[in-house]
């Protein structure tokens, strides 16, 4: 394999490991550090590949930071890889697939947030209805 700038091919020369710098800071610092392995436990990891979620370590961490994050996950998902997990593994949960599109959206949602049941929001565009603005900020009263 030749170098390539693309940032989606591996380079030839991985980067070098920040160790040394954060050792010589008198830092304790572990060489084989992975994000995933460090935020998320193994058992759920297999069973978001069960649900679903593909093997790779670039789906892992964003199964991490859609699970751990403390904002709504926006996932992009043109192969719809997201919404097949996110489905099998919220389904028990009484998950609401809905759509800005969908006539009765707002009652549904408003259902759903008043019963703590999970929601997808499938197909959003640019623009997202300013009805669900206080929901996205999180400022709503209990």
């Known amino acids: 394999m030749l170098p390539s700038n693309d940032n989606r091919t591996p380079s030839?020369?991985?980067?070098?490991?920040?160790c040394p710098q954060v050792r010589s800071l008198n830092i304790p610092c572990s060489d084989a550090f992975d994000f995933s392995l460090f935020l998320a436990d193994p058992s759920n990891v297999r069973d978001w590949n069960i649900q679903g979620l593909p093997a790779d370590a670039f789906s892992t961490e964003n199964g991490v930071m859609v699970t751990r994050g403390r904002?709504?996950?926006?996932?992009?998902?043109?192969?719809?890889?997201?919404?097949?997990?996110?489905?099998?593994?919220?389904?028990?949960?009484?998950?609401?697939?809905?759509?800005?599109?969908?006539?009765?959206?707002?009652?549904?949602?408003?259902?759903?947030?008043?019963?703590?049941?999970?929601?997808?929001l499938a197909d959003v565009g640019e623009e997202i209805d300013p009805l669900l603005e206080p929901l996205l900020a999180k400022s709503f009263i209990k």
């Open 71 to 120: 904002r709504w996950p926006l996932m992009v998902d043109p192969q719809g890889q997201a919404v097949k997990w996110v489905k099998n593994m919220e389904g028990a949960n009484g998950l609401k697939v809905l759509s800005l599109s969908m006539g009765d959206m707002a009652r549904q949602m408003e259902a759903a947030v008043q019963y703590g049941r999970p929601v997808l």
């Open 12 to 18: 030839l020369h991985p980067p070098t490991p920040a």
